[in-house]
């Protein structure tokens, strides 16, 4: 059973322009969360997705930031208008439906983003 | 918001054993893991406690005590391949599948 895929795994973009990050959940898994770690910081929660439906977006900025889990293909984690502070490791983890909650999450190996 | 905390560096050597504390403060407490991270890896879960007491799961030990809003991993007969970052995290009742991560306390461990 393959695990929890992200890609791309490194990613470059230039201040202005959109980034997109997929996450492919771990085989019937239909929980789907996003975190950021800046730098000498700690994971961060942005949103907590099931299929077709966002369930908790609270950690995720307001602007430029937007996430999606669609009936059918991978979590789309989406950066318009990139800028500096934006560039980090962004994880994504999935959890089976007999454990919802979060108490079960499988991470993924993270995508790097570095804006320049 | 909550306020977990962590040492942010541990060193050792093979063969002994490190303990990495945990303290935090939150409201509507529900669990609390541990997570260990490679670098430029996935988080891989080592351990959840939401009873206080003592996990045992092989080499790794776990320990909780709700009344002090405090937590730590014990690491026995450390290898090289101990050498990572260990996240302690906390979930809550009132949000559930959100994991609030403290900074994650780098371990090296020496030859």
């Known amino acids: 059973n393959a695990g929890v895929m992200q890609n791309p795994r490194h990613l470059v973009r230039r201040r202005g322009q959109e980034a997109r990050l997929r996450c492919s959940p771990m085989?019937?898994?239909?929980?789907v969360y996003w975190y950021r770690q800046l730098p000498e910081e700690g994971l961060k929660f942005m949103v907590y997705l099931q299929k077709e439906n966002i369930i908790d977006e609270s950690g995720m900025p307001k602007e430029r930031f937007s996430a999606e889990f669609p009936k059918e293909g991978p979590s789309i984690l989406r950066i318009q208008q990139v800028v500096r502070g934006d560039s980090a490791a962004y994880f994504c983890?999935?959890?089976?439906?007999?454990?919802?909650?979060?108490?079960?999450?499988?991470f993924g190996p993270g995508t790097r983003l570095t804006v320049t | 918001g909550q306020n977990i905390d962590q040492p942010t560096e541990m060193t050792a050597t093979e063969g002994a054993i490190v303990q990495i504390n945990c303290t935090y403060q939150t409201s509507g407490f529900n669990g609390l893991f541990w997570y260990q991270q490679h670098a430029g890896e996935a988080p891989t879960f080592l351990s959840y406690n939401v009873l206080d007491g003592l996990e045992e799961k092989g080499r790794f030990s776990s320990f909780l005590s709700r009344s002090k809003g405090y937590s730590y991993l014990l690491l026995k007969e450390l290898q090289m391949k101990d050498s990572a970052s260990y996240l302690c995290a906390v979930i809550r009742g009132s949000t559930l599948g959100r994991l609030y991560f403290g900074r994650g306390t780098q371990l090296t461990v020496w030859p």
């Open positions: 983890a999935s959890s089976p439906p007999t454990a919802p909650g979060g108490y079960e999450q499988y």
């Open positions: 085989k019937g898994h239909s929980h």
